[in-house]
């Protein structure tokens, strides 16, 4: 049994958290930033990275203390070291650093999206390789035939917007706070998906890419029209996203023979987006699997999971591992046509 730091710095939210090799989580502490950038309606990367520099030590002390051990107790610590916002990114990384190098432990640069892609393994001692997994974040929207730790291939990504992303711009022109995710799920509640006849980019297309810019525009019109209800184009939204997210992964499931479909990432606290793909699971004879909300959003259990997985695969890292803005799971994949910044 080993024992892992976890620290998570990559956005606007910080974390630490004490997880075991045995799927024991100590403690964890996330602190959120959503007041510092809620004026600005996004995350303002220099007022993150500013944040995680005052709050993260803090939750440090606080998640040893609360297991009533310290840094000399830890087999190892693993940071985020990418991809993200990469003030932000340099914080945990350097934090976790001093830590490996003042206590002699050592060091594992994890890929925040690896964090995502094996947290359901945190919660799911079953849940075995090789499975299919929906990865829907702030920052990005792809598919992946998630192989072994490490051993990723993509099958598909977003040729523009992350569905994480679609949420906060269309929560944003309804007037609701950021992170739009949330906000919109809580009115889509009282709305009725059918009311706003919404488009579903590349729904029916024979590869799984996503797009979500178009959605996004004809949002816009509606609110602009006037004509609908907040709380019906809000349900109406949800649902062309519900549509493609079924409709792409249906696709990405006649790929590939993994028995399990998993959906991780911010936007997989949707309860909407899980009910669908639990359902299509249930339908293609797969078996479904999808962490809590709290290990949805990000979190440092997911982090420190991570490291314990590549800890005892024996991946851990020298102390000059590099902070990377971007550092997709699978290098080989090609470029997506139209697949602009995201990796
Ligand atoms: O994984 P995450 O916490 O951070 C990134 O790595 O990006 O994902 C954040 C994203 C935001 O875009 C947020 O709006 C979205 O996840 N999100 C949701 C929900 N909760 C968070 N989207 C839809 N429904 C939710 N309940
Ligand atoms: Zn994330």
Redesign the pocket.
Known sequence: MSLILGLES????SAAALVTSDRHILAQAVVGQTQAHQPYGGVVPEIAARAHVEILPDLITRVLDEARLSIRDVDAVAATAGP?LIGGVMVALLAGKGLALAAGKPLVAVN??EG?ALSPRLVDPDLGFPYLLLL?????CQLLEVRGVGDYRRLATTIDD????A??KA?KLLGLG????????ELAQSGDPTAVALPRPLVGSAEPHFSFAGLKSAVQRAVVSGDFRPEDIAASF?QA?VDCLVDRTAIALDKTDAPALVVA?????????RTALADLAARRGRRFSVPP?WL????AAMIAWAGAERFAAGLTDALDAPARARWPLDPAAEKVRGAGVKA
């Open positions: 990559s956005c606007d939210d993200g925040h999206l995502h829907v974040s702030g920052g990005h992350a569905a994480g992303e949420f906060d929560a950021y992170p739009g995710g949330p906000a919109i799920e949800q996203v990432g911010g936007v997989a606290a949707n309860g909407a987006i909300g949805c959003t990000d979190n």
